[in-house]
């Protein structure tokens, strides 16, 4: 059975994200009316609340237009910045952490799709490489109800230690590199065929290295952030539950002094 996901506090929160790539930090802002006000958005340029077949005619991933940008970066997302977020970010990067212009992320929506829940093979990638020191913090802020299988991102716990030994290295450099490493990091994105390889990759994991490796779906309720390493494996899921997913993503930077 897979653990149960951390809670940022203090020295513990520390060392999970620093383990394991990813540390959530429960409940970090006030979600009230801000699902709402995304699908107020999102009816403007097509899909419906409860109309499945307007989301289907949108396609299963998050619209691509610059609207979307523009809405994220319109001050409707502020009070995602609390001082939960603020604090677990200072913890992280130090002070005088930075954001990325435009606000507090940009709305990324993923609606539903058909055909049975897979571990996709293609997609994964680092957002930049691996580095000596932290130079930034990736972050998921979750706006809607996301369950298993609902288009959570998945990320291999504990690659991002794996990743430090090929610094300034590209995702595909480092993900051949791995692949050629181990046969169960060769399984993620080089599938076999084999019938349990979900419950082999998500529920028994391994170890490589002597680092703790599990492929991971970062689920969350309205509210809560999840905080992780940019230098972590990670790719997009599908989602085959009822209901789009609603979240934000946002990168705060190191200040470079």
């Known amino acids: 059975m897979a653990p149960r996901p951390a809670t940022m506090k203090g020295v513990d929160g520390l060392a999970s994200f620093f383990e394991r790539g990813w540390v959530r930090l429960a409940g970090a802002f006030d979600p009230s009316g801000l699902a709402e ?7 403007a340029h097509g899909p419906q609340p409860g109309d499945p077949v307007t989301w289907r ?5 998050s619209p691509a237009g610059k609207w979307l940008t523009r809405f994220g970066q319109s001050g409707v997302f502020t009070g995602v910045g609390s001082d939960a977020v603020g604090n677990a970010l200072q913890e992280l990067l130090g002070d005088g952490w ?15 799709a058909d055909g049975d829940w897979e571990i996709p093979s293609g997609g994964w990638h680092l957002d930049s490489p691996p580095a000596p020191d932290l130079p930034s913090v990736r ?4 706006l809607s109800e996301v369950r298993a299988r609902g288009g959570g991102t998945l ?14 290295a590209h995702s595909r450099t480092v993900r051949d590199e791995l692949s050629r490493q181990d046969p169960w990091l060769h ?5 076999s065929g084999r019938e349990d390889r979900i419950a082999a990759l998500m529920d028994h994991g391994a170890e490589v290295a002597d680092v703790p490796l599990r492929v991971t779906e970062l689920t969350g309720s ?9 230098a972590l494996f990670h790719t997009a899921a599908p989602n085959t539950a009822r209901h789009p997913r609603f979240m934000l993503t946002h990168t705060a930077l190191r200040r470079v002094r």
């Open 57 to 61: 005619q949108a396609g299963s991933q």
């Open 98 to 112: 930075t954001g990325q212009a435009g606000g507090w992320g940009r709305p990324l929506v993923t609606f539903t």
């Open 139 to 142: 972050m998921f802020a979750y």
């Open 222 to 230: 309205p509210g809560d952030v999840v905080l992780w390493h940019p």
């Open 187 to 191: 399984e993620i994105w080089h599938p």
């Open 37 to 43: 006000a995304l699908w107020r958005e999102l009816s």
């Open 155 to 168: 990320v291999i716990e504990g690659s991002h230690r794996l990743a430090a030994a090929y610094p300034g």
